[in-house]
Structure formats: structure tokens, C-alpha cells
């Protein structure tokens, strides 16, 4: 039995909601899965002001556990196209496990969301895997054996590197089901991978 993290900031619960799926889909492949955020780095007067969700029930990871998983999924909306400051912060605190490589041969994946189609969705994800590809984990995409991300007939996120949400300029749409449904794919495929490799 795999064990998987699901490890994500959200600033808006966008990246939440879809953390759950993934962590729904990792577990219907038979894993146990944990849910944590990485510790936000904007002051909390500063948060509120900007309507930030407050009330998220993942704890805060350590860079510590990281190493107590077969398997870590990352999430995180975008900036500018690239992964938040605060997911950036995070992983540049565990320079102890790159040099030691601990983390090597662990299996990973990327979501995320974005305000457009088109505003940094495939990119965002990709950065996201470069960092972990540095830190030696093996990647699992969203293959298209999940239907869900085809067609033109709605608004939808999605892309073979990873599940994602679209949520509008003023964060007002919530992942669809088709996204929320890549976000359980990408999960299950994930533990399954890491189920063949550590099992």
C-alpha cells in the first residue's frame, strides 16, 4: 500500500477543493493519503483584507516528512505562470533531502488552477515539475485515458501534465466536476504507480 502527500497552497480554496479530489482518487487506488498545506508566507491582516480563505482544515507540512512518502502530489494556483512564492518557499527550505537524496525514486505529480485558460495553466503545472524532477521524484501526468479534459464544449482545465481548474478573473467558479474528476484520476494513477514501485 502506497503512501501518498498531497501537498498544496490555496488562496482562495480552488487548490483545496481539488487537493480533496486528488487525495480521494489516491485513495480509491487503495493508498493512505494525507492532506497538507505549505505555511503561508503573506501576513494574516494582509490575507484577510484580500479575502484569502482562513478556515482550511489541512495542517501545515514540515519539510521533515517529506521523506515518510512514496508518493507527493503538488498544488498550487499560479503567478505570473509559475508556481506561487509560497510552494517556492517551501521547497527551497529542503535542500537537507536534495543533497542527501532522499526524495529520489518517490513518485510525483502537479495540479493547479488559473483564472484564464490560457493564463499560465500548462506552465504553472510544468513548474512545479521541474522543481520536483530536481528533487528526483518520478512523474505522473494526467494521460489522456481521462476523457474529461478533451472537448470544447465548456470551460475546462486539464492537460497531460496535470490535473487543473479554471476559475475566473474574480475567483468566483469552483472546479467543475470534469476538473475535480482529473484531479481523482491523476490521484489514482499516481498511487498506483507508486503502489508498482514501492508495493
Known amino acids: 500500500m502506497a503512501k501518498v502527500l498531497v501537498l498544496y497552497h490555496s488562496t482562495y480554496g480552488h487548490i483545496e477543493a481539488m487537493a480533496e479530489a486528488v487525495a480521494e482518487g489516491a485513495r480509491s487506488a487503495g493508498a493512505t493519503v494525507d492532506i497538507r498545506r505549505v505555511p503561508e508566507t503573506v501576513p494574516e491582516d494582509l490575507a484577510r483584507k484580500s479575502g484569502y480563505k482562513m478556515d482550511q482544515r ?10 515518510d512518502y512514496d508518493a507527493i502530489i503538488v498544488g498550487a494556483g499560479t503567478r505570473f505562470g509559475r508556481l506561487p ?9 529542503a535542500g537537507g533531502l536534495w543533497a542527501t537524496g532522499a526524495l529520489n525514486g518517490k ?20 513548474s512545479m515539475i521541474h522543481n520536483l524532477m530536481h528533487f528526483g521524484l518520478t512523474i505522473v501526468g ?3 485515458g481521462y476523457a474529461g479534459q478533451s472537448g470544447v ?4 482545465g486539464g492537460s ?7 476559475t475566473d478573473s474574480d475567483g468566483s467558479r469552483m472546479p467543475s466536476e470534469d476538473e475535480l474528476g482529473g484531479a481523482r484520476y491523476q490521484g489514482r494513477r499516481v498511487a498506483e504507480v507508486a503502489a508498482k514501485i514501492f508495493g
Open 153 to 156: 464544449d465548456t470551460v475546462r
Open 142 to 144: 494526467l494521460d489522456y
Open 85 to 93: 512564492s509560497q510552494m517556492a518557499a517551501f521547497w527551497d527550505m
Open 107 to 126: 513518485v510525483g505529480g502537479a495540479f493547479t488552477s488559473t483564472a484564464t485558460q490560457h493564463g499560465g495553466n500548462e506552465l504553472t503545472i510544468l
Open 58 to 67: 489541512a495542517p501545515i507540512a514540515t519539510v521533515d516528512e517529506l521523506k
Open 160 to 166: 497531460p501534465y496535470g490535473a487543473s481548474t479554471v
